[in-house]
């Protein structure tokens, strides 16, 4: 465990000793719908999630002009050019900003993922309480540079990176903004478990002590991201939705409303049941053990002043007198009272020596 690994997102501490940060991923499963994002983040709210987070992308700006203008027909599309589309599902300053007050209603935080320095700047103006820089953005260190000037945690996902691209990566944010969450990430949507690669955790946890440690999970289920969890990672983000078969490529992998609660629920049973390391036996222990624990009884009417012996010695249920370790310590001992058959033993009832 690191004392120094630590950040604050929105107020919320997160660090070793805390339980785990969850970020519904939204992303543009809105469709779109100012409603439907709104419905999506009350959804969010009610299942127990932190934060709600959505994509953020200067379109104009961030796509080359062929790749804006070109053709885009698949059952995905909400345009004709993929330009098209991604404007369709891109929303402005007024849903933004109706946004960020319904987030504040529901005590949820909302950030973004940035794509371009244009995008970074739009989402100042709503003091984000974060910022979330994408696997494709991983050796963009411009971009990583003028997120991190903003001085709020950065949370960076690693994706189809290898150790020398997340070190720069981690070279580029810290001499600016030492707030920074490194996430592991497969960029495969969805991850299929043998892709999770989920040592990388531990990996980075030994590698930046000084650094809280994450998953992006793509992957279908909930059992990869408790995994995470033991292995340290204290920040999971899930894709959400509310209907996995809606229209777009990012619902079939994401988690419906019953799904991120059972996550955070088993999220947090983890945190707990992991308990402080000591081993000893609990209060909640000792009912159940009691009737399921043996001790040294009388094996039949023993009178004052006889030898104990393996013969007159028995182990029986339930316990609550000397357990069976004790018997090569009363074997060869002389009573200094009668015992009845069954009745318990104890050292008081034995001569010293």
């Known amino acids: 465990m690191s004392d120094d690994r630590r950040v604050s997102i929105g107020g919320v501490n997160v660090s070793d000793e805390s339980g785990c940060y969850v970020i519904a991923e939204i992303g ?8 439907s994002a709104k419905e999506l983040f009350r959804a969010a709210k009610e299942c127990g999630a932190h934060a709600v987070k959505l994509q953020k992308r200067d379109n104009r700006t961030l796509y080359t002009k062929a790749t804006y203008d070109a053709p885009y027909d698949n059952d995905n599309s909400y345009g004709a050019t993929y330009g098209a589309h991604r404007e369709a599902l891109e929303f402005g300053a007024s849903e933004y900003r109706e946004l960020k ?5 529901l005590g ?10 244009a995008s970074v700047d739009f989402m100042e103006q709503f003091d984000p309480p974060a910022y979330k820089i994408a696997s494709g953005d ?8 003028y997120a991190a000037k903003t001085g709020k945690p950065i949370l960076l996902s690693t994706g189809g990176g290898d150790m020398e691209d997340v070190l720069r990566a981690r070279d580029a944010v810290e001499p600016i903004n030492p707030q920074l969450c490194i996430l592991q990430c497969t960029a495969n949507y969805p991850s299929t478990a043998d892709e999770m690669n989920l040592r990388v955790i531990e990996t980075f946890r030994e ?5 809280v440690i994450g998953l992006s999970d793509h ?11 033991v292995m340290g990672a204290r920040i999971i983000e899930k894709h959400f939705t509310l209907n996995r078969a809606s229209k777009g490529s990012d619902h079939k992998f994401s988690l419906e409303p019953i799904g991120l609660r059972k996550l955070v629920r088993d999220l947090e049973r983890a945190r707990v049941a992991m308990g ?10 000792q009912k159940p053990l009691l009737k399921m624990e043996k001790q040294l009884v009388a094996a039949r009417d023993i009178p004052s002043g006889s030898v104990l012996t393996a013969e007159n010695v028995a182990i029986k249920s339930p316990g609550g007198g000397l357990p069976p370790h004790e018997l090569d310590n009363v ?3 002389t009573t200094v009272r009668a015992l009845k058959e069954d009745e318990s033993i104890s050292f008081q009832d034995l001569a010293r020596q």
């Open 28 to 35: 543009h499963n809105h469709q779109g719908n100012l409603e």
């Open 207 to 211: 590698l930046f002590p000084k650094n």
């Open 276 to 285: 402080d390391g000591e081993k000893k036996r609990l209060q909640c222990e």
């Open 108 to 117: 949820v935080a909302m950030f973004a993922t940035v794509f371009d320095f």
């Open 101 to 105: 007050s319904y987030a504040e209603q």
């Open 219 to 229: 992957q279908s289920g909930i059992s990869m991201a408790l995994v995470a969890y």
């Open 331 to 333: 074997i060869g001992k």
């Open 138 to 145: 991983l050796k963009n260190t411009p971009l990583l540079k």
